[in-house]
């Protein structure tokens, strides 16, 4: 009889206990999936970040050191400067030496890198970078060649960063004469001669959506140059 009321005294779980207690775990299982996905998402974001960061300070270097050395011309030989959109022809401006083109976006810088006294003859002696808005990307074309995305790609391609100096209103190109005046974009290309700096300024977003904010992420990098070249007398 003592082993039958023991029995009866044992207490187990109810069905509204176990129910409990599935949903509790449950719970804790999607509390932990959904951290797994966030830190998924935020490394990826993070990673886009640097990436995008490393390919915009890479390409700003580029463009720099390369406009840097606009109407290069160690042998000071006359008229050597070609037509910005023909590279068989000699330009018209020959005043305008190795700029030959410049806007606010797009700017054709020529240099005699191989000291041979003929612009052209040799690879990146011609180089043109344009802005394009519509694709959110730079553009770099050598020697009157076809243009090819250098930073930002196109949409329909994998990218890691948007260029975004349309959306801001920011110019990729600045300008500037010997005493530090800007020279507006409307008195170019007649000012180009008086062009002693070249400030150029990236604005960048990532590709990839911010999990946090649910927006990219956007860097704004600029550099200026001195295309000492252009100044002196040739």
């Not at 886009?48 to 606009?70: F, G, N, Y």
């Not at 974009?185 to 946090?212: C, K, W, Y």
Request: aromatic residues 6%; negative net charge; glycine residues 6%.
């Amino acid at each position: 009889m003592k082993v039958m009321d023991d029995m009866k005294n044992l207490k187990g779980f109810t069905l509204v206990e176990i129910l409990a207690a599935m949903f509790i775990g449950l719970f804790l299982l999607g509390s932990i999936y959904v951290s797994m996905v966030s830190g998924q998402k935020s490394s990826v974001a993070l990673e886009s970040k640097i990436t995008a960061h490393q390919d915009t300070r890479a390409v700003l270097e580029v463009m720099a050191t390369e406009i840097s050395m606009a109407s290069y011309n160690s042998n000071f030989i006359p008229n050597i400067w070609l037509d910005p959109a023909d590279c068989s022809k000699g330009s018209t401006n020959q005043v305008y030496k190795g700029i030959q083109a410049a806007t606010a976006n797009s700017l054709t810088v020529q240099m005699d890198t191989d000291n041979s006294g003929t612009v052209g003859d040799s690879s990146n002696e011609v180089i043109t970078y344009l802005y394009d808005p519509a694709n959110q990307q730079i553009t770099r074309a050598t020697n009157c060649g076809g243009a090819v995305s250098f930073l930002g790609d196109i949409p329909a391609n994998p990218r890691s960063e948007r260029v975004v100096n349309g959306m801001l209103n920011i110019p990729l190109f600045r300008y500037f004469d010997g005493l530090g005046v800007e020279i507006p974009a409307g008195n170019l290309p007649a000012s180009i001669p008086n062009i002693r700096r070249i400030q150029i300024t990236l604005a960048v977003d990532t590709e990839n959506v911010d999990p946090n904010t649910f927006q990219r992420r956007r860097m704004i990098y600029t550099t200026s140059l001195v295309p000492k070249n252009h100044a002196t007398c040739q």
